[in-house]
Nanobody
Framework: QVNLVESGGGLVQYGGSLRLSCAAS????????MDWYRQAPGKQRELVAT??????HYADNVKGRFTISRDNAKNTVYLQMNSLKPEDTAVYYC???????WGQGTQVTVSS
């Protein structure tokens, strides 16, 4: 059974940075495609970034500011978020595509 545990959210000022982490259990992490989604109050959950075994993809509204990466030795995927804006405020979720598995979510709040 695979589990996802997120960490790294918090409160940050406009223009600041945060790094989110998502640790996965299991022995096949290196083969997984992982996503970061976010959901702001009153809005639908949206895809922020994806990392496969060989590529990364970003939503237009975070491109150039956010970086998704992975450390297969640690079974962990990261989301480095720079130049944060108040509109980035949301609960951020990691998602494992192969199992359609979600983490518990971590709150990111950007103050103006």
């Amino acid at each position: 059974q695979v589990n996802l545990v997120e960490s790294g959210g918090g409160l940050v000022q406009y223009g600041g940075s945060l790094r989110l982490s998502c640790a996965a259990s299991g022995s096949s992490f290196r083969l997984y495609t992982m996503d970061w989604y976010r959901q702001a109050p009153g809005k639908q959950r949206e895809l922020v970034a994806t990392i496969t075994t060989i590529s990364t993809h970003y939503a237009d509204n975070v491109k150039g500011r956010f970086t998704i990466s992975r450390d297969n030795a640690k079974n962990t995927v990261y989301l480095q978020m720079n130049s944060l804006k108040p509109e980035d405020t949301a609960v951020y979720y990691c998602h494992l595509q192969q199992y359609d598995l979600w983490g518990q979510g971590t709150q990111v709040t950007v103050s103006s």
